[in-house]
């Protein structure tokens, strides 16, 4: 399925995007799409069974709806750092022996084609389009990465925008050039684990003001999708509804010749992982 949220933002409402594209509304069936619902077995079977009934949903005008994100009430979202092996080569780190953590705040997460705001001082706005895996069964301790794949509810597009002067040149952690307001954009939807056969197998790409500036796929991993929330679980407690950004390709900013070409207001980013839909947001200063 192809789940998403609809409406203003602080009031979106859920949402189903059927076979033939046609956008349903799921609010006389479910309250949200959140962790609560991703963890309900029954919940999502009603989903299903009204998604396959002929006229039981109605149909939505998608004409002038804002697309939020496709999940609300986000537990966490842990983000997965130098998970690509090309990235890491340009940006000439070492490929990490275990993988590299940090967090962004549930508030910055926006719509898929919502305003994305420079910081004020920033000189380092940076893009990258990722994977973003919602997990759906709470992970404790987990001893596999099938077991890892198993409490996957779905995945989306997200694009984990950087101030790379605030994470790497100010000291302290990355945390303080990753939770910028507006810093990461979900969606347009969460496609259910059943429709992701191979998660890593899924191209991801990028354009600034139509320039195509990355061009990767996940099977470029370190850590692979299911190894990351196993790795996860023995550090904390993934509930339904936490997210994890695990990761970006080469292609960034950071990673190009001088005067690398970082983000300004004014710039339009397209970015999309095939299957799971694409964004577009124009910059605007802070």
Known sequence: MKLLRVGTAGAERPALLDRDGTMRDLSGIVPDIDGDLLADASALARV????????????????????????????????????????????????????????????????????????????????????????????????SAEEGLAHVAGYATA???????????????????KNCETFNPLGPWLVTADEVPDPQALPLRLWVNGELKQNGTTAEQIFPVGEVVR????????????????????????????????????????????????QRQELKGA
């Open 159 to 177: 694009h984990d925008v950087s101030e790379r002067e605030f994470q790497i040149e100010r000291g302290g952690t990355w945390d303080k050039g």
């Open 48 to 143: 299903r069974t009204a998604a396959d009934a002929p006229g039981v949903l109605p149909a939505l005008d998608p004409a002038g709806l804002r697309v939020g994100p496709p999940l609300g009430r986000i537990g966490k979202i842990v983000c997965i750092g130098l998970n690509y092996h090309d990235h890491a080569a340009e940006t000439g780190a070492a490929i990490p022996e275990e993988p590299i953590l940090f967090f962004k705040a549930p508030d910055t997460v926006v719509g898929p084609e919502d305003t994305v705001l420079v910081p004020r001082g920033s000189r380092k706005t940076d893009w990258e389009v990722e994977l973003a895996v919602v997990i759906g069964r709470t992970a404790r301790y987990l001893s």
């Open 231 to 278: 790795y996860l679980s023995h550090f904390m407690t993934l509930y339904p509804g936490d997210v994890i950004n695990t990761g970006t390709p080469a292609g960034v900013a950071m990673g190009q010749p001088e005067p690398k070409p970082y983000l300004k207001a004014g710039d339009v980013v397209e970015l999309e992982v095939e299957g799971l839909g694409r």
